[in-house]
């Protein structure tokens, strides 16, 4: 089995930073297209950002084009995602998520195969 964990996720004020890592382990994480997703209290899980198999291509939801960057480091089989002007809407429960079958990303949950077990984010005002 794929084992992903998620590291990072904390409180921080608002306009501040976090950084997320997703470290990939039992797997070819080369082989997998990556994405983060997020869920606030009584909200659905949302897509955030995807990144293909290479990192050449990504995607990102519109509420954090501009704030966030996904990337990886296939050497070292993490993912990250670096958050920064944070604001209290972005509140929520990170998950990383890995997909086999596609080579970017998307934003469909049933599309991935594996899902780390989240980190929350608590932005504060």
């Known amino acids: 089995q794929v084992q992903l964990v998620e590291s990072g996720g904390g409180l921080v004020q608002a306009g501040g930073s976090l950084r997320l890592s997703c470290a990939a382990s039992?797997?070819?994480?080369?082989?997998?297209?990556m994405g983060w997703f997020r869920q606030a209290p009584g909200k659905e899980r949302e897509f955030v950002t995807g990144?293909?198999?290479?990192?050449?291509?990504?995607w990102y939801a519109d509420s954090v084009t501009g704030r966030f960057a996904i990337s990886r480091d296939n050497a070292k089989n993490t993912v990250y995602l670096q958050m920064n002007s944070l604001k209290p809407e972005d509140t929520a429960v990170y998950y990383c998520a890995a997909d086999l079958t596609h080579r970017v990303g998307g934003v469909r949950i049933n599309e991935y195969d594996y899902w780390g077990q989240g980190t929350q984010v608590t932005v504060s005002s």
């Open positions: 990144i293909s198999r290479v990192g050449s291509s990504t």
């Open positions: 039992r797997g070819t994480f080369s082989n997998y297209a």
